[in-house]
């Protein structure tokens, strides 16, 4: 099936957009999940490899025969046809050329002729000056290649295909001109370039620069086919996402009539290629998701709000021409507690800096909100803190800091506990080292979490109506400091350490430092999940109909603190930094503010008129079934208090997240109390 596409003159119109991506055998799922997330970009086009060595082997014809159907069901194909069988190469191997160039004419004629009514068009090779796709030390002159390629555009044009000539990398105008001198470029009726920007081996011009070289060679010998970008991408394998989002917003508006991005998903490391197995880490990680499916900033930015939201993400998010002294640098600052921060004090007349990498869906709209709101004094920097120059470079001018840039959820530990540990660990020895070179260290508040005390499974609790509370009446006034901790789960263990080296750093090296450990902290622009802002997530999956989960009986308890109060106690953190160094505060919402997850969801009713839809699950390893903090040290320290109730924060951040989704907001509900007479029960 061919599908709708706004092609045409890329003098008039923008280039037609698609993905490269390359299948193996048998990835039948992930081919679902890639035609997924094109429809979700709104992407018809797509470039896939068509190997003639998996052709060529037993399970070859059945993959086929499933595959192409399966994808021109929703995309337009071009398909790449590449790779010797290793019983026809001149050498047993799929880069060697063919003992007869001509066999590879028959096998498009076959692929024509098997499955011709699924593309119009087709490319011939991939890359062929790299060693690993086509090995030129066989054929040094480039002689059986015209040959191969020739012979098989020729047969493709007679059978009513158009054809497409594969690209090199890095471009090669000689070998364009050899291509027309073998008589190749007359049976062409497209040329492919690839070009990688992020590449800095080779010097990368721009695409005016360099598709304009192509088509001045091109016309010299008076050749006029389609210039098409077969292949472009940006590796993020240094964290830089919105470098990469630059160069995508960059090769949408080539002066080509195509441009085929690479690629859908990450290369799972795991996986070898064959012969043409990557050694270069950057090969990895050119997806617009990563390995387990979560998206990059390129991705959220084009599925929400296609080529405008990318184009407006990269003004949004663009460097000020002169980043100013005396800055106040927030890492993680895009998401929900960094944007409050950032708010308050952009809102005071100070300069920020966000440092993030923008990896959480949502971000890209709370800097957005940011820029509109405060203009040219906010600064961004997409980066990850483990990219330690960077760091260097936001750190540099700053006046004092705060450390949000985190991995934030238990189950993704789980899923891998070494990028949990690399994130929360080495990204913030980094920021510590960074801080430390300097001569006149700027203050750091550090927020690590209440989960370095563990599950707490020593605290005997009894059931009280709709929740738990210590037995040992003593404890009802919460966890202090004095508690032992107590490392849970690789999230725990990683938030742990990093707490202690925050502290060490500031008994050791006299950082003027402090650590924050903190609880349930809830409030505007939070887009909560099942593991990290559990207040949010419950309310928006009421207010959009679809069902909560719970983990056990419902009965766990929390103090939970609004984002306001948890920014005054920052602010008098820092104000305060040289009594408070080297020190750890629990904070949250303290005895006065606690609620279980049954009575929150008996709120959600009162305030819906209805019953919210709840699914249970077994308890999860090392959830605390009670903690509430004990906020006495610091409130001794810096007379800080909470001033928002429970009641208040929960009505407040009810009503956003009702506006912000133009849902109406039961103002007859929230003027009634109703979550000071449940707790008053």
Not at 136 to 160: H, K
Not at 254 to 283: C, H, I, K, M
Not at 491 to 502: E, F, I, L, N, W
């Amino acid at each position: 099936m061919k599908h709708p596409s706004k092609n045409g003159s890329c003098k008039t119109r923008k280039p037609l957009l698609g993905i490269v991506e390359w299948f193996r055998p048998g990835e039948y799922e992930r081919v679902e999940e890639v035609l997924r997330d094109l429809r979700a970009l709104g992407v018809r086009e797509l470039r896939t490899g068509i190997r003639w060595s998996d052709w060529y082997a037993s399970e070859g014809d059945g993959w086929y025969a499933w595959l192409l159907p399966r994808l021109a069901q929703d995309v337009n194909l071009l398909p790449c046809f590449l790779y010797t069988p290793a019983p026809l190469g001149i050498v047993p191997k799929f880069s060697s050329p063919p003992r007869t160039p001509k066999a590879y004419a028959d096998f498009i004629d076959l692929m024509i002729t098997r499955f011709g009514r699924y593309f119009d068009w087709i490319e011939f090779w991939n890359q062929p000056n790299n060693l690993t796709e086509w090995d030129t030390r066989i054929d040094p002159d480039w002689q059986m290649f015209c040959e191969m390629i020739g012979c098989a555009a020729y047969w493709a044009r007679s059978r009513g295909k158009k054809t497409v000539l594969p690209g090199t990398w890095p471009i090669d105008l000689d070998w364009l001109e050899l291509m027309h001198e073998r008589g190749v470029l007359a049976y062409i009726d497209a040329v492919g370039v690839h070009g990688f920007p992020g590449a800095s081996e080779f010097a990368w011009r721009g695409w005016e620069t360099e598709i304009g070289e192509v088509r001045a060679r091109l016309a010299s010998f008076g050749a006029k086919p389609q210039l098409w970008i077969t292949q472009t991408g940006y590796s993020t394998w240094r964290g830089e996402e919105r470098a990469q989002v630059t160069a995508f917003a960059e090769a949408a508006h080539a002066p080509v009539e195509r441009v085929y991005w690479q690629s859908a998903t990450d290369r799972d490391p795991s996986l070898s290629n064959g012969e043409s197995f990557q050694s270069d880490e950057r090969q990895y990680h050119l997806g617009l998701k990563r390995v387990d499916g979560t998206p990059k900033l390129l991705f959220q930015l084009w599925s929400e709000g296609g080529l405008e939201a990318v184009r407006e993400g990269v003004r949004s998010t663009a460097r000020s021409a002169a980043r100013r002294r005396g800055h106040t640098l927030i890492t993680g600052g895009a998401g929900f507690i960094g944007t409050n921060l950032a708010d308050r004090l952009l809102t005071a007349g100070r300069n920020v800096l966000i440092y993030d990498d923008l990896s959480r869906s949502g971000s890209e709209r709370n800097v957005a909100w940011l820029r509109e709101s405060h203009g040219e004094r906010l600064n961004v920097e997409i980066a990850d803190i483990r990219n330690r120059q960077s760091l260097r470079t936001a750190v540099r001018e700053a006046d004092q800091v705060f450390h949000f840039a985190a991995q934030v959820a238990v189950t993704s530990s789980l899923v891998d506990p070494l990028h949990d540990f690399e994130v929360n660990v080495g990204g913030t020895v980094n920021l510590l080292e960074e801080i430390r070179r300097l001569d006149n260290p700027p203050p750091l508040l550090f927020t690590s979490t209440n989960k370095v005390y563990g599950g707490l499974p020593d605290l005997a609790l009894e059931k009280s109506s709709a929740r738990y509370q210590p037995l040992d009446a003593a404890l009802r006034t919460g966890i202090s400091e004095e508690r032992p901790l107590d490392f849970h789960s690789p999230y725990g263990c990683s938030k742990g350490a990093a707490d202690q080296y925050v502290r060490d750093y500031a008994r050791t090296f006299g950082l003027p430092a402090v650590v924050f450990r903190m609880s349930c902290i809830y409030g505007l622009h939070q887009m909560g999940n099942e593991d990290q802002g559990w207040v949010a997530h419950f309310l928006i999956r009421a207010l959009e109909g679809k069902p909560i989960t719970l983990f056990g009986d419902g009965m766990q308890v929390r103090d939970i603190l609004f984002v306001d109060d948890l920014v005054d106690a920052f602010l008098l953190a820092q104000a305060n930094i040289h009594t408070l160094a080297g020190q750890a505060f629990n904070i949250g919402g303290g005895l006065g503010n606690t609620i279980s997850l049954l009575e929150l969801l008996e709120l959600i009713e009162r305030f819906r008129d209805e019953k919210p839809i709840v699914r249970l699950k077994p308890a999860r390893p090392s959830d605390q079934r009670y903690y509430v903090s004990d906020t006495r040290k610091f409130k001794a320290a810096t007379g800080w208090a909470p001033k928002v109730t429970a009641r208040e924060g929960v009505e407040r951040l009810f009503q956003w997240l009702a506006e912000s989704r133009g849902l109406p907001v039961p103002n007859e509900l929230l003027g009634k109390g109703a979550f000071h007479a449940l707790l008053a029960c």
